[in-house]
T-cell receptor, first 116, second 113 residues
Framework: AQSVTQPDIHITVSEGASLELRCNYS??????LFWYVQSPGQGLQLLLK??????LVQGIKGFEAEFKRSQSSFNLRKPSVHWSDAAEYFC??????????????FGTGTRLLVSP | EAQVTQNPRYLITVTGKKLTVTCSQN?????MSWYRQDPGLGLRQIYY???????DKGDVPEGYKVSRKEKRNFPLILESPSPNQTSLYFC????????????FGPGTRLTVT
């Protein structure tokens, strides 16, 4: 079955340090991959997406992610974390059917804490 | 401004009292969906709709109903809420075929006592 795994439930990073959040997916076909961020009390905001082409994709707020087919991974990175990046991050893959059916399958999320 | 709106944002109710959470999008999207978010479980799809009058069950549809009479609206109905439906609910929409980014509403926090 298609699934998304985020192995880290919590991560603490010092402000100014680099960040990498891990995401692994299980999906037979070419995946459509997303990273969403959820700030406390807020909805989900799309950070970036990968559909095809260049495997390094740039997103908003200085985030990037790299698609590695051989590792079934789509890790999120940021070179220098700001205190405002503290939030929960969700990796997701969209399943698409022939009839237009589509469903996002989410990982369980990684909560990022930023220390001073 | 392109957006998905949900109402109410917060709701406390009692077991068995029917309620409706509204969802509306102004992007002319064909696809709409409802998710619930629970700690440690991520987001799980409740129902989705590919277009007007076309709806289908997601992964956790029990205890919920939906309707799609207009393209912009996709209300979630709890006919007889129970405490295990206490959760954070999100509505989302996307273009449909060829447009897979889903845009989320701000969420509705529901507590059933």
């Amino acid at each position: 079955a298609q699934s998304v795994t985020q192995p880290d439930i919590h991560i603490t990073v010092s402000e100014g340090a680099s960040l990498e959040l891990r995401c692994n997916y299980s999906y037979g076909a070419t995946p459509y991959l997303f990273w969403y961020v959820q700030s406390p009390g807020q909805g989900l905001q799309l950070l970036l997406k990968y559909f095809s082409g260049d495997t390094l994709v740039q997103g908003i707020k200085g985030f990037e992610a790299e698609f590695k087919r051989s590792q079934s991974s789509f890790n999120l990175r940021k070179p220098s974390v700001h205190w405002s990046d503290a939030a929960e991050y969700f990796c997701a893959v969209v399943l698409v059917g022939n009839t237009g059916f589509q469903k996002l399958v989410f990982g369980t999320g990684t909560r990022l804490l930023v220390s001073p | 401004e392109a957006q998905v709106t949900q109402n109410p944002r917060y709701l406390i109710t009692v077991t068995g009292k029917k309620l409706t959470v509204t969802c509306s999008q102004n992007m002319n999207h064909e696809y709409m969906s409802w998710y619930r978010q629970d700690p440690g479980l991520g987001l799980r799809q409740i129902y989705y709709s590919m277009n007007v009058e076309v709806t289908d069950k997601g992964d956790v549809p029990e205890g919920y109903k939906v309707s799609r009479k207009e393209k912009r609206n996709f209300p979630l109905i709890l006919e007889s809420p129970s405490p295990n439906q206490t959760s954070l609910y999100f509505c989302a929409s996307s273009m449909g075929q060829g447009g897979y980014e889903q845009y989320f509403g701000p969420g509705t926090r529901l507590t059933v006592t």
